[in-house]
């Protein structure tokens, strides 16, 4: 089967036109927001050109690929809706029910049964399958619509922290809407699309119902519903993303106390409780899904580290750290300057195979350029108190640190590796600009 054809030609104008009119609708909502007018069709434009570009290259230049072999598995289940509704959506809506039996032929025909065994391939495949549903099975629709939904997320998360910091609502705008490898890679039909909406979701909601104490029903459904898909998909992310909120919460909260001598006193008593907490979140999430347990992360990291080496041996862009990695605290510790600094300034220049990571590289040459220079501030012997003070920051500083740790010890090939940093480079870029206008405003509130 022929992954496009002149079907897909003919829905991709009408498609994006469909999304362009939801957004002149969302535009007309929200007219008296100046941020709307000032960059909400712009971001919109960059993630649709991200998407467009996404599928072209997939079909075009690679001619297959991870999001072509979930359209393969997604397809088969457009027709069973039709033919067979209670089965898919049986499917749709038990996470631990299998790929449907009577979709098994085309899967295996076109070789994708390593997708139909796993929590993480079946949940994207049933989120495409749902959303496939709305598209009539065109490959070029689906990636326009995740674009689109995930796009959603990601504004609602810029607006809230332009809101928190309105000064620096242009900078916050290139961090979470025009980040290129950001749009590109989390604009079509993946699981790094889905991470990414689910990401700026959970924080969205977490930030309304601790800080602004909104406890409004929806905002605990869309909690509970972001972290589930994050724990079925890469639970790893969502282990590093609770702690680190709980950690700005308890920052925001100390802050909030009018005694300096207090504030000092409690300073530890805030990271042992959002250490604590984490802990049993993370502990009682792991005994309801097995395959994201605390005692699985090990196994798994040593099982991405193989599978991303034998890529790298085949001719892939691969990447090694010197010595051996052991996957124990000591290990890890001893191993994550360098991890870090490859998951956040890698590739680089002398590693670009191809035009893609070409675009990567400069991309990394840029976030070290702007590192290097917030590190060269005069002001810079202040970093540790602004580190402590700003709520945000202190979200953002650790959570870029251990995903690029996690990340940068198991991808070992630069292929994946751009792909799963995504998660990352808002909230880096974030931490840059609020750390650069905190150290060159040592007043601002």
């Known amino acids: 089967m022929e992954i496009v054809d002149a079907f897909d030609f003919i829905l991709l104008p009408i498609y994006l036109g469909i999304f362009y009119i ?3 609708r969302n535009l007309r909502k929200n007219s008296k927001n100046p941020l709307y007018k000032l960059y909400y069709r712009k971001g919109l ?40 509704p209670i089965a898919f959506l049986t499917f749709i809506l038990s996470y631990h029910d299998p790929y449907p039996w009577q ?14 065994r796993g929590s993480a391939t079946l949940t994207t495949i049933r989120i495409g399958a749902l959303v496939n549903v709305l598209c009539f099975n065109s490959y070029f629709a689906l990636c326009l619509a995740f674009a689109y939904i995930s796009y959603q997320f990601q504004w609602r998360m810029f607006l809230l922290l332009a809101s ?26 993946s699981k790094d699309c889905i991470m990414m909406g689910c990401i700026m979701l959970f924080f969205y909601c977490f930030y309304n119902v601790v800080i602004y104490n909104r406890r409004y029903f929806r905002y605990f459904v869309m909690l509970f519903f972001a972290g589930f898909l994050m724990s079925l998909i890469r639970g790893f992310i969502l282990f590093t993303l609770f702690p680190c909120l709980m950690l700005m919460a308890g920052t925001y909260y100390r802050n909030a106390i009018r005694s300096s001598a207090i504030r000092f006193l409690i ?14 979140f993370v502990h009682g999430l792991g005994s309801e899904v097995q395959t994201y347990s605390v005692e699985s992360l090990q196994q798994k990291a040593e099982g991405f580290h193989s599978w991303h080496t034998s890529l790298a041996e085949k001719g892939g862009s691969g990447y090694s750290i010197e010595g051996d990695v ?16 490859i998951a956040l300034f890698g590739p680089f220049v002398w590693q670009i195979r191809s035009p893609i990571m070409a675009l990567s590289g400069i991309e990394s040459l840029l976030f070290l350029y702007f590192t290097l220079r917030m590190l060269f501030n005069k002001r810079i012997y202040a970093l540790g108190g602004v580190l402590v003070q700003d709520h945000i920051i202190n979200f953002c500083v650790p959570f870029s640190i ?39 405003n040592p007043d601002a509130k």
Do not use: E
Request: proline share 5%; net charge positive; hydrophobic share 50%.
């Open 267 to 280: 300073g530890p008593v805030v990271v042992v409780g959002a250490l604590g907490a984490s802990y049993l």
């Open 22 to 24: 939801l957004a002149n």
């Open 103 to 116: 979709c098994l032929p085309y899967a295996w025909h076109h070789s994708i049964a390593y997708l139909i």
């Open 45 to 84: 434009n960059y993630k649709f050109i991200g998407s467009v570009g996404f599928a072209f290259i997939y079909v075009f230049y690679y001619k297959g690929g991870d999001t072509i072999s979930f359209y393969h598995a997604v397809h088969p289940l457009f027709t069973l809706f039709y033919t067979d």
């Open 402 to 440: 251990i995903l690029a740790v996690a990340i940068g010890l198991t991808s070992f090939n630069y292929g994946a590796l751009v792909r799963y940093k995504i998660p990352i480079l808002p909230f880096f870029a974030t931490a840059l600009i609020l750390i650069n206008y905190r150290l060159n």
């Open 326 to 341: 052991k996957y124990t605290a000591g290990g890890v510790l001893k191993q994550a300057p360098k991890a870090i600094a």
């Open 164 to 189: 928190i910091y309105p000064s620096q609502h242009k900078r916050l705008s290139v961090a979470f809407l025009m980040i290129p490898s950001v749009i590109f890679w989390g604009s079509g039909l």
